[in-house]
């Protein structure tokens, strides 16, 4: 009765549903073990009416022109450019580093030196990862790098990881950068919005289609049995000769062969408070002070008039199985023993595996919506 088969509701798996939906005119089975539909992005109004990103705060922004003209085909969109504050040597200072924080901590006469020498350095406008500032052989430079490095990177990098900096993949440690200039947005991308009604209702769009059967609060296993030996699919019990998207996490489909894959984990507590606004950004990261990394106020991100305000603190957690995966671990070790199960994916016809869990990488939800279509282009047609 199906032609395909996909494991998950997050944008990996929706978008692909949405387009053999639609442009193939097939029938796809969606299998999603939450509640709800949207994966990591899924949205809900609380009690005050303000739009809260369960799984932490959502930012779009991209480049790619064609993702965001696909994603519009879902939602309209509310231009948004997310600010973030860090707390350091307490005060409250903008983020990523740029010129203006470099005024914001240190007296004029420093501060002059060094945006001269950056701007000697490097072209205006540009980002520049901590760990390239940190190569320059120049004192007020490497004054500088240290400073941010310490202040900024280092504390937050053990926070969030639990790591020291080096043991970290530079595809993770590259992402924070240092801004030459004044731009004080977070992102500096073409494309920078929110869904204006948020991003449950945008998959809500997606998959509203006859052709998309959607199954919530299924696992996967209770309804595909894979014969691995056999190297044979089975819906219900009847042979599956369709294909099968899958989505969740990899090291789980092959029964945990080679290990459990390591992962970082979040603790989220969301609170309400009676103000109308209870910090001067979005996202106000804290390197270096208390167990969270960073409290993000969802009002500065939706709008909304309440008399009351909601804050989220993010608490970086161990990962046990059965615990939330949030991000992928970017260790040498983490990596190879990933490599094994995708050897082991290979060796299954019509299996392809997207999404930041199934590919065990880091996605943004542009990177992720790029992928799906790519795969639905090039492999899954
Ligand atoms: C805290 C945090 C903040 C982020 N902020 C941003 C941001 O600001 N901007 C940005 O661009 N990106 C952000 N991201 C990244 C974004 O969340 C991902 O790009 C996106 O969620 C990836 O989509 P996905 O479909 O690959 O995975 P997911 O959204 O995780 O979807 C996978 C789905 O598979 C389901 N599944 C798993 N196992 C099974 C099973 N056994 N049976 C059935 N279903 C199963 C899961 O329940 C889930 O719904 C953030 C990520 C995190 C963790």
Not at 151 to 175: C, H, M
Not at 211 to 228: A, G, M
């Amino acid at each position: 009765m199906f032609d395909y088969i996909i494991v998950g509701a997050g944008f990996a798996g929706s978008v692909i549903a949405e387009r053999i939906a639609s442009q193939l005119d097939k029938k796809v089975l969606v299998i999603e073990k939450k509640s709800h539909i949207g994966g990591h992005c899924f949205d809900y109004k609380d009690e005050n009416g303000i739009l809260i990103h369960k799984y932490g705060p959502h930012l779009f922004h991209t480049n790619n022109k064609k993702v965001f003209d696909y994603l519009s085909n879902f939602t309209e969109w509310q231009i948004y450019n997310h600010k973030v504050l860090g707390y350091i040597d307490g005060k409250k200072v903008s983020l990523p580093f740029n010129f203006n924080t470099i005024e914001q901590l240190f007296p004029k006469v420093l501060s002059e030196k060094l945006i001269a020498k950056l701007l000697e350095y490097f072209q205006i406008n540009t980002k520049v990862p901590i760990l390239e500032l940190k190569k320059i052989q120049n004192s007020d430079l490497r004054f500088l790098s240290d400073y941010i490095y310490e202040k900024v990177f280092l504390n937050y990098t053990a926070k969030q990881w639990g790591k020291k900096p080096e043991e970290i993949d530079p595809e993770v440690t590259s992402r924070v950068p240092i801004f030459i200039g004044r731009d004080d947005r977070y992102f500096n991308d073409t494309y920078q919005a929110v869904p204006l009604f948020g991003y449950t209702k945008l998959f809500e769009s997606m998959l509203n289609h006859k052709n998309i059967k959607l199954l919530l609060n299924t696992d996967y296993k209770e309804v595909i049995n894979i014969d691995f030996q056999n190297k044979k699919m089975y819906l219900f019990n009847n042979e599956f000769n369709g294909k099968l998207i899958f989505t969740g996490p990899i090291d789980e489909l092959f029964e945990y062969t080679y290990g459990v894959l390591q992962y970082r984990s979040l603790k989220i507590v969301t609170k309400t408070i009676n103000t109308a606004f209870f910090q001067e950004a979005a996202t106000v990261n804290y390197p270096n002070n208390y167990d969270f990394t960073r409290i993000t106020e969802f009002k500065h991100i939706h709008p909304i008039n309440s008399v009351n305000t909601t804050i989220m603190y993010e608490y970086p957690d161990e990962y046990v199985q059965g615990k939330t995966p949030y991000y992928s671990m970017f260790t040498t070790e983490a990596k190879m023993q990933y490599e094994k199960y995708f050897e082991l994916s290979q060796t299954i016809k019509n299996l392809f595996l997207v999404g930041r869990l199934a590919e065990y990488r880091y996605y943004d939800m542009d990177d992720v919506v790029k992928r799906a279509l790519e795969v639905f282009d090039e492999e899954v047609k």
